[in-house]
């Protein structure tokens, strides 16, 4: 695969590792996310049976630094005069740019962040938008936007009241940018573990959780994930009501059967599931707006 700002390998069975690696500092411009999303979205077809993602940043220190700026002013400024029309031109990049970050929850495996060192701006609505989030206890995040005088509008915002359990600290890192580290990171809730050490002990960590989730029914996996997914974004009786749909399929998967004898086996047996099909991204086009790359 010819790619020029991501890595992707399978360093375990059914386990992808995609790693951003624009040096110096994985600054996202336009090639960049348009590239991110379009490796996330067909990563179960480009690249195998893939049943868990881990992202990560291969540069030793910095997770992500944001937006390319420059970049960014390049790409927005409009030759228009009228306000007007310069509003919707800068409103359909931003819903294109918010669509491609928003590729990890149109995955139908889960995507588990791998996050050390500087994690700022962009950096912090790439994390929101996957299933999982681990830290290096060397991570420094910041929700950076309000200091170059904008409100994050590519998904922090939209994401981090479901994510975070403290709201008012939430709002607190939101309105002054301050930076914070993983131990308070986790006591808001963006994530769910903090590993010693930097970028290779949280990589670990986060490859043995996917080896762990790749074991299990992809079905059921993918089904957890879009139920989720629905449960965030409905009220209980609405998503009540899709499970019930949603599992009148899925309940005659043959991974049932395989999952309950394989449990009676008391891990003396490995279970053997079928791949998804390779275009199981149809299943994806209701979760998100697809970017039109």
């Known amino acids: 695969m010819n790619l020029t700002y991501l890595t992707v390998t399978k360093p375990k069975p059914f386990v992808a590792h995609v790693q951003m690696a624009r040096a110096p500092v994985n600054a996202f411009n336009v090639e960049f996310w348009k590239e991110y999303a379009v490796v996330l979205d067909n990563i179960h077809e480009w690249f195998g049976d893939v049943r868990a993602v881990v992202l990560s940043s291969a540069l030793p220190k910095i997770f992500s630094a944001g937006i390319d700026f420059e970049d960014l002013l390049n790409h927005t400024d409009s030759s228009s005069n009228d306000p007007a029309r310069t509003a919707l031109t800068l409103r359909e990049h931003i819903l294109t740019f918010q669509a491609a970050i928003s590729a990890p929850e149109r995955c139908p495996a889960p995507v588990i962040a791998a996050i050390h060192g500087i994690a700022y701006g962009l950096a912090v609505d790439i994390i929101t938008a996957c299933d999982i989030r681990y830290a290096a206890s060397d991570t420094r995040f910041s929700i950076k936007e309000v200091d170059v005088g904008l409100a994050p509008d590519i998904g922090t915002l939209a994401r981090l009241p479901h994510a975070a359990s403290n709201a008012s600290l939430a709002a607190e890192l939101t309105y002054t940018a301050r930076p914070f580290s993983a131990e308070e990171a986790l006591k808001l809730g963006l994530v769910s573990r903090v590993v010693e050490g930097g970028r290779d002990k949280v990589v670990k960590e986060a490859l043995e959780l996917a ?83």
């Open 211 to 293: 080896e762990e989730v790749a074991r299990k029914s992809p079905v059921a996996v993918m089904s957890a994930k879009r139920l989720l997914i629905h449960a965030r974004d409905h009220s209980v009786a609405e998503n009540l009501d899709y499970t019930a749909t949603w599992n009148a399929a899925m309940l005659q998967t043959a991974d049932i059967p395989e999952s309950v004898r394989v449990t009676k086996a008391k891990g003396h047996e490995q279970a053997h599931f079928q791949p998804l099909p390779q275009k199981v991204a149809s299943l994806r086009s209701k979760l998100d707006v697809k970017p039109r790359l």
